[in-house]
């Protein structure tokens, strides 16, 4: 009973390693291979949405489609398989993608009436979210993920006050210039002051007084510095959050990532990292 155990705490140790490590030699011929699957599995879907291709190769892009789901399927079991606690990382953000990389296809099996043809569609869409499975195979990853986690406080508050100016200057706006030049109301004035701030400059609204024309001259040049404001924010952070390197070993309990090169228990559940 011991050694079966034991035998099978090896096996689970061994396909974590490959399936969740990528500085091991077999994690990494894993990730090459579930990249290259991923790739091939989007480039499937997006000559299915080709007319022409679908009608020549419809089938065969569907049994494409049917691989690449089962190969995905396979995948999602070796990995509740090989960790400690399966349902931290069923409901993990990678586990969730993972189990929509391959549900629509399943789903469609059931929903074959006509009229939920769009339904379906919509749904099969999601296994575009394979994608972020690429997030794996980018280094930097966890150090932009953790400068935007210490950028959010002063991106709310810079948002907050952006929206306080798009405010005053629509109501500004209204006043000036008025529903007959097209500002029928506050929201629709704010509209066209996010337009102008963002510099996007649709020109559906425009100001015909001069006063008008001043004001968003202000909000043009003033849509540039606000611009900045962002990108520097992320980018302070983001050199504060290279100044600790961290590797790319996975939880064995929580599957999560993103531990000091010297760790030697995870920074959020707690287990020892083997």
């Not at 396979?74 to 399966?86: D, H, N, Q």
């Not at 508050?157 to 529903?179: A, D, N, S």
């Not at 109301?185 to 337009?195: D, E, T």
């Amino acid at each position: 009973m011991e050694n079966n155990e034991l035998f099978q705490s090896h096996w689970r140790a061994q396909l974590h390693e490959i399936i969740f490590e990528a500085d091991t030699p077999a994690g990494k011929w894993f990730d090459v291979i579930l990249l290259w699957a991923i790739l091939l599995s989007v480039a499937s879907v997006m000559l299915e949405s080709v007319a022409g291709i679908r009608a020549s190769y419809g089938p065969a892009l569907r049994n494409i489609e049917w691989f690449f789901t089962i190969l995905f399927t396979f995948e999602y079991g070796a990995r509740i398989a090989s960790v400690y606690s399966p349902r931290k990382y069923i409901f993990s953000f990678f586990g969730i993608v993972d189990l929509l990389a391959i549900l629509p296809t399943y789903l469609s099996l059931v929903f074959t009436s006509s009229q939920y043809l769009l339904v379906i569609r919509s749904v099969r869409l999601l296994r575009v979210f394979r994608v972020l499975k690429l997030v794996r195979y980018l280094g930097a990853a966890n150090v932009l993920t953790k400068a935007l986690a210490a950028s959010r406080h002063k991106i709310t508050v810079f948002l907050g006050v952006v929206f306080t100016i798009v405010l005053i200057m629509g109501t500004l706006m209204y006043l000036v210039e008025g529903e007959v030049n097209g500002y029928t109301s506050i929201p629709k004035s704010m509209y066209w002051a996010i337009v102008t701030l963002t510099t996007v400059g649709y020109g559906d609204v425009t100001p015909h007084t001069t006063l008008g024309q001043v004001l968003s001259s202000l909000l043009m040049v003033l849509g540039y510095g606000v611009i900045a404001v962002p990108t520097g924010i992320v980018s302070v952070e983001l050199s504060r959050a290279q100044a600790g390197e961290v590797n790319t070993q996975a939880c064995r309990n929580c599957s999560k990532e993103g531990h000091a090169s010297d760790a030697q228990y995870c920074k959020y559940c707690g287990t020892h990292l083997s």
